[in-house]
């Protein structure tokens, strides 16, 4: 199992979903773990979970595109817990429709939280990482990155996460500090069964119809991105960077 002793993780988006999961397993190995979300509010369910299963965890309220927010909470974070080890960008949210639909509105909140958030989190995180001479950054992508229909915002934004961590790989390699990126397949959360009602499709059908595309014949859940997470933070990926791994049940890219 990954040793995160000593560590102070950062994640954001982490209120529940996939980032609450990644927050979790980061506390399980050791990690002392702040969960960033719109609001603390969203993250205290998590906290609480993590706390009662014996690991340290605060919650903070930021809103990752502001570059104060930010700013701010990576200062909290170092108050309370220590400067940021280990960053996992997971905050996003969707405004899914066809182009001609599409207002700039829908296309510049994803592009906001997405890549100005990644961007402002990676940015405040990798200073004190540099200092160390040690640090880890983990990047949510997704299969979307390779295009999906009433998504020209997300898929854009989710492709552009992994070319700035591949670029970042190269400009933070010497510092020791090391890039990846995930990208989720069909993943049960509440944005996914979100995604479901606003394009009035039944759930578990929508679920049934996707698996039958999956080789492996089954949804994703938010504990298979956590493990992958765990183990590009670890030391067993230690010659790992630059790297965006599909965790998708097939082959993708």
């Known amino acids: 199992m990954t040793d995160l002793s000593g560590k102070v993780a950062v994640v954001t988006g982490a209120g529940r979903g996939i980032g609450a999961a990644v ?17 603390e509010a969203a993250t205290k369910e998590a906290v609480q979970d993590i706390e009662g299963a014996g690991g340290r965890a605060v919650g903070i309220g930021c809103d990752v595109s502001d570059e104060t927010a930010v700013r701010d909470a990576f200062d909290e974070v170092a108050d309370r817990l220590g400067s940021a080890d280990i960053l996992v ?28 958030g990644t961007f402002l989190c990676s940015r405040t995180a990798q200073r004190w990482m540099v200092e160390k001479k ?15 229909r009433g998504q020209v915002n997300y898929s854009a934004a989710k492709a552009g996460i992994q070319g700035f961590t591949k670029a970042l790989s190269i400009e933070l390699g010497p510092f020791g500090i090391r890039v990846n990126a995930i990208a989720p397949g069909f993943i049960e ?3 996914t069964r979100a995604t479901a009602q606003r394009v009035g499709v039944d759930f578990d059908q929508m679920k049934a119809a996707a698996e039958q595309t999956i080789p492996l014949r089954r949804a994703g859940h938010p504990e298979d991105i956590a493990s992958v997470a765990s183990f590009l933070v670890g030391e067993d990926s230690a010659y790992v960077t630059g790297q965006v791994i599909y965790v998708a049940g097939g082959p993708k890219a």
């Open 23 to 39: 927050a979790h397993r980061l506390a399980t190995d050791g990690a002392a773990v702040a969960l960033l979300d719109i609001s």
């Open 89 to 116: 960008n997971n905050a996003g949210i969707l405004r899914d429709n066809l182009i001609f639909k599409m207002s700039t509105d829908d296309w510049d909140q994803v592009m906001a939280v997405h890549l100005r």
């Open 134 to 148: 040690w640090g880890r950054i983990v990047n949510l992508s997704s299969t979307s990155a390779l295009g999906n």
């Open 189 to 191: 959360t509440d944005m």
